[in-house]
């Protein structure tokens, strides 16, 4: 039997959170960006900026956290949620900053092989106590339109539409997103 946790990233989890970053990509989104554009992603460079958003995060309330799978001979590093305050990347075009009591994910990924085993509901909860802990009062998360499966597991968990909108440009393709927002105060 397998149990799953999560628990802070540490240093030498950035080259584990870079291979799923690049494996989930280029499976999740290789209908949605040009092949050239997922082939020539580069697991080294996203590693040292994994080292760098674990040892020395922007503010305390930047968080990288990991989901395991501990089973009775091994521990996977399987999927990774990265967080903090709402700052330019969260906005939408010409908005104006966001509240200071809002958390932006950055990043909440499952490597496809490990999904469906509860790994995102944990991380998702662990950074909702983060969130809770650091004073927030709102989440907000920015997903690619096309993307039907973190669409409708952030829906799952109470996440909506706040009405922004925008298009990321990947190689002159415009790849539309939406963001979803969640109240995290209280219960």
């Known amino acids: 039997m397998a149990l799953g946790f999560v628990r802070p990233a540490r240093p030498e989890d950035a080259g584990e959170i870079a291979r799923i970053q690049l ?3 280029r ?8 092949p050239h554009v997922l082939a020539g992603l580069d697991e080294g460079y996203l590693a040292r900026g994994w ?12 968080r990288v956290l990991i989901a395991v799978e501990q ?17 330019d990347q969260a906005l939408a075009p010409e908005e104006k900053p ?10 909440l990924l499952i490597e496809p092989r490990w999904g469906r085993r509860g790994h995102g509901s944990r991380l ?12 927030f009062r709102t989440a907000v998360a920015w997903v690619y339109d096309a993307d039907s ?11 909506e539409p706040d ?22 105060s209280g219960a």
Do not use: C
Request: hydrophobic letters at 45%; aromatic letters at 8%; charged letters at 20%.
């Open 51 to 62: 080292t760098e958003a674990i040892t020395a995060p922007p503010s305390a309330r930047h």
């Open 23 to 25: 494996s989930t990509w």
């Open 98 to 107: 966001l509240p200071e009591d809002v958390a932006a994910v950055t990043d």
């Open 124 to 135: 998702l909860a662990a950074a909702v106590d983060n969130w809770r802990d650091d004073g």
């Open 149 to 159: 499966v973190m669409r409708k597991f952030l829906g799952s968990t109470g996440w």
């Open 71 to 87: 089973g009775e001979n091994s521990a996977n590093v399987v999927g990774f949620a990265a967080s903090g305050p709402a700052d």
């Open 27 to 34: 499976s999740a989104y290789r209908r949605m960006f040009p």
């Open 163 to 184: 009405g922004a909108s925008r298009a990321l440009d990947v190689d002159d393709l415009l790849v539309p997103q939406i963001r979803l927002h969640v109240a995290v």
